[in-house]
């Protein structure tokens, strides 16, 4: 059973350029969601697609937007990248479950991506 | 808001003896609450969770989480650690609202020493 993988694992670019990570979610799961983490913090929640729609958004600006595919895969893009942006990136997939309470669901998390904004 | 607190940075501990990575939280509502290593530039492994029902939840690696309400903590306990368990430990609840969002605390780093 695949779990959730990320793609690439490490990324460098440049201040003003743009990014797209992606993410595959574990086997029969249907929603995904971003994470952010900086150097020496906990994960920051960016947003979550469900059903191919954004069903909530954390606190990051507009350059921070997002996309699920009608396979549940993931895509998360940054534009105009300030070195603030440089952090591990992180997907999470769950499955959410009818009759149980939202938020019981486990979120399973990928290995990351790593930017490095020069 | 939900939020959760850890407040040891890092906790020392000799292989064999117990170990206890500490939490609170403050919730309005019921809390649900998550446990979840990370090694070294690597993503969040889940360990435990509780929902409800017994205080006392079992996890992964022999990992268990003993909740207790009246001092709003969900302390994470080993009866035996191992250097191998030396990693970042996170604790997690979730927002609130219509999905499932976490949020984490600042992590506690636990070393286990030969």
């Known amino acids: 059973d695949a779990g959730v993988t990320q793609s690439p694992t490490h990324l460098i670019k440049t201040r003003g350029q743009q990014v797209t990570l992606r993410c595959s979610p574990k086997s029969g799961h249907d929603t995904v969601s971003w994470y952010q983490q900086a150097l020496g913090q906990g994960p920051q929640f960016i947003f979550q697609?469900?059903?191919?729609?954004?069903?909530q958004r954390g606190n990051f600006p507009d350059r921070f937007s997002g996309h699920q595919f009608p396979n549940y895969s993931s895509e998360l893009n940054v534009n105009a990248l300030l070195l603030g942006d440089s952090a591990l990136y992180l997907c999470?997939?769950?499955?959410?479950?009818?009759?149980?309470?939202?938020?019981?669901?486990?979120?399973?998390f990928g290995p990351g991506t790593r930017l490095t904004v020069l | 808001a939900q939020s959760v607190a850890q407040p040891e940075d890092q906790v020392n501990v000799a292989e064999g003896n117990p170990l206890t990575v500490k939490c609170t939280y403050s919730v309005s509502g019921n809390p649900y609450l998550f446990w979840y290593v990370q090694y070294p530039n690597r993503g969040l492994q889940f360990l435990l969770k509780y929902i409800t029902g017994d205080n006392l939840v079992k996890g992964s690696y022999g990992f268990e989480a003993e909740f207790n309400k009246s001092q709003t903590s969900f302390h994470l306990k080993k009866p035996s650690a191992l250097v191998s368990d030396s990693a970042l430990y996170f604790c997690a609840v979730r927002d609130g609202g219509a999905t499932n969002k976490l949020i984490f605390g600042t992590g506690t780093l636990l070393a286990v020493q030969p």
């Open positions: 999470a997939s769950s499955l959410a479950q009818p009759g149980l309470a939202v938020g019981t669901d486990t979120q399973y």
């Open positions: 697609y469900y059903e191919e729609e954004e069903r």
